[in-house]
């Protein structure tokens, strides 16, 4: 192919031109680049070390696998997780690509003829787990398979200042003083400038050309509901769309294993997935949900799916996330295919009491800082009254200018706001009265026990029952009580102190409030999340042929099963509504279609065809009939 050179900076560097993008076409069925691309292939292309930061979905792989099929040599994949490999590698080799991985999921025979192939020359991307670079002899291996880059996925595990830090990533270093004279890519897609710059120095990367996308995903909706009747909120959000799949993020292994339960029992089909599981059970669950066997899967947020899955359309943490760049990660395991998709979060400060107790458990005083503030960002998400995604992009650095995203709870349905000045008057007395009576302090559950006049062992033993504010707020159940609660401490009048076991205390604020008697104003509590977004991000509800669309994804599974890969590998949704939607009729009309690429149409392109010719004569006839 002819590239087209120009100058930049002094340099001459190979960019996309049209050739460029016919082998784009040709290999991977995309007739443009998504933003950065190009200019990244052709930095990569040119031999230039480069750092990418690219949202989830928003293309990093193609960022190296274009340029390992177009230049000449073996492009290392070092990627942190065994199920994102396999994934890569179906999907490359069903597109025609000579791509593998090793890992310690294979056999040794298998392990023993891959080697015998990177010894051939046969692949042209080889993806393996940082480890495996700490095995003897492995780097001498290496140096007899005509390496030509290095590209490190998930770069933000290298920085201890990241959300998933992987201590044996730091090895990945070592190939920069055994490889001098090789490029390395390293690609993200969560990394705040203090662990960009921290990836950039701990590689070592030489003068790198460095490339930040938009954080924006305008595809997705975020939305944060309070915490209450959660199962069954959930059991009623899911039933409500019952042809998705998604993810459910939970905080522990026993959550996610007795949630994933619970979903069976109401008749949504869901299975757990995290590393306490026998290994055989954790790649069958897996299996599953990525063949579309079943729609859920319950995952812990600490071990991650790191799957590839493009029809993803829902996220929900069912717990509140540790940090900001661990749940901008989660969700962007959403809508992979750029169709509209749903985040969810259920939030409740006892979740984030939890985490306040593990955090004061750490021995190291550094950690704690760090983890605190962390958890304090991804709290003042939730709480936050305006708009959520510009919450999220300024979390990142970036401005959203708009005042209304048209895709966050927050902007589509702005909660009424009241006058609460007698209620949090009472509450906010109750924690004063507490302490000036008995110098010390106490949880919220036990104030709210105060207000409505609640008799058990600890009332009693305390004599709080004697306390003029017991039984003075019956005029609200407890789940609004503890809804006004969580709006004074989003105001800052009240402050939780996990650790001193969870006590409630007035700040300066609220000591203000209640001697001054300052009218408070809150939001109302959102409702119970369960009808389909129907924000901009969502889209006409409908564009589609549903009937179409169900034959063309029942010929994809077939498919799918006939290869022994996921169906979202043969087409994504996105695919096969372009497919609905243009009804081709050629093979010709169906390689116009983004993401049909030649060696998927020579392989599918007829079967395909002649579904969607099928269906619009059942539909002809069945018009003439009626």
């Known amino acids: 192919m002819n590239f087209a050179d120009i100058e930049r900076d002094g340099e001459i560097v190979i960019v996309g031109n049209a050739a460029l993008r016919e082998a784009l076409k040709h290999h991977f069925g995309f007739d443009e680049f998504r933003p950065l691309q190009a200019e990244i292939v052709g930095d990569v292309l040119a031999g230039r070390d480069v750092f990418a930061l690219l949202p989830t979905g928003g293309g990093k792989s193609m960022c190296f696998q274009l340029p390992a099929l177009l230049g000449s040599g073996l492009t290392v994949v070092i990627s942190p997780l065994i199920a994102l490999m396999k994934d890569q590698v179906d999907a490359l080799t069903t597109a025609g690509i000579p791509a593998t991985f090793l890992n310690s999921s294979l056999t040794p025979d298998a392990v023993r003829a891959r080697l015998r192939g990177l010894h051939a020359g046969t692949y042209r991307l080889l993806y393996v787990a940082p480890e495996r670079l700490a095995l003897p002899g492995f780097a001498a291996e290496l140096e007899g398979w005509n390496v030509a880059r290095f590209a490190v996925d998930e770069a933000h595990c290298i920085s201890e200042w990241g959300h998933d830090f992987r201590p044996e990533y730091r090895r990945i270093a070592e190939l920069r003083e055994r490889f001098p004279s090789l490029p390395f890519i390293a690609l993200t897609a969560t990394a705040t400038d203090r662990v960009r710059d921290d990836i950039i120095e701990r590689l070592a990367l030489r003068d790198p050309r460095v490339y930040v996308a938009s954080f924006n995903r305008p595809n997705l909706t975020y939305r944060v509901t309070h915490k209450v009747r959660a199962v ?246 407890r789940s609004a009580w503890r809804a006004l609660a969580d709006e004074l401490m989003r105001l800052e009048l009240i402050v939780v102190d996990a650790a001193r076991y969870n006590v409630a205390a007035l700040t300066l604020a609220g000591r203000r409030a209640l001697i001054e008697r300052s009218p408070i104003v809150i939001r109302e509590a959102p409702p119970a999340p369960v009808k389909a977004s129907k924000s901009k991000a969502a889209g006409p509800a409908d564009e589609h042929d549903p009937g179409l669309f169900e034959v063309l994804r029942a010929l994809r599974r077939e498919l799918a099963d006939e290869r022994n890969v996921p169906a979202y590998v043969i087409f994504p949704d996105n695919v096969l509504r372009a497919m609905v939607r243009d009804r081709p009729a050629t093979l010709s009309q169906l390689r116009a279609i983004s993401g049909v690429g030649d060696k998927k149409l020579a392989d599918f392109g007829t079967r395909f065809v002649a579904a969607i010719a099928a269906a619009q004569s059942e539909e002809l006839m069945r018009i003439a009939r009626s």
């Not at 959930?234 to 769309?241: D, G, M, Q, S």
């Not at 984030?352 to 960002?377: G, W």
């Not at 004063?432 to 058990?456: A, C, K, Q």
């Open 232 to 477: 069954e909120s959930l059991v009623a959000w899911l039933r409500a769309r019952p042809l998705d799949a998604g993810i459910v993020y939970a905080q522990s292994r026993a959550s996610a294993e007795t949630l994933a339960a619970k979903l069976a029992k109401n008749g949504i089909s869901a299975l757990p997935y995290h590393a306490g599981l026998a290994a055989d059970v954790r790649v069958r669950n897996q299996e599953k949900f990525l063949r579309d066997d079943v729609r859920v899967i319950c995952a812990t947020v600490a071990f991650g799916m790191g799957i590839d899955k493009s029809n993803v359309r829902f996220v929900v943490h069912y717990d509140v996330p540790k940090n900001v760049e661990g749940y901008y990660q989660e969700t962007g395991r959403a809508g992979r295919d750029g169709l509209p998709a749903e985040c969810l979060l259920y939030f409740s400060h006892g979740d984030v009491n939890k985490y306040e107790s593990f955090i004061a458990e750490k021995a190291d005083p550094r950690e704690r800082t760090v983890a605190r503030a962390q958890l304090e960002k991804m709290t003042r998400y939730a709480y936050a009254n305006g708009c959520r995604r510009r919450e999220l992009l300024a979390y990142f650095g970036e401005t959203w200018r708009l005042e209304n995203c048209g895709s966050c709870d927050n902007c589509l349905e702005p909660r009424p706001v009241r006058d609460a000045t007698v209620a949090a008057q009472k509450m906010l007395s109750c924690i004063y009265r507490i302490r000036e009576r008995d110098g010390g302090e106490f949880g919220i559950t036990h104030i709210i026990d105060i207000l409505l006049g609640t008799y058990n062992e600890k009332i009693e033993r305390w004599r709080h029952h004697e306390l003029s504010t017991f039984g003075i707020g019956g005029e609200l159940g």
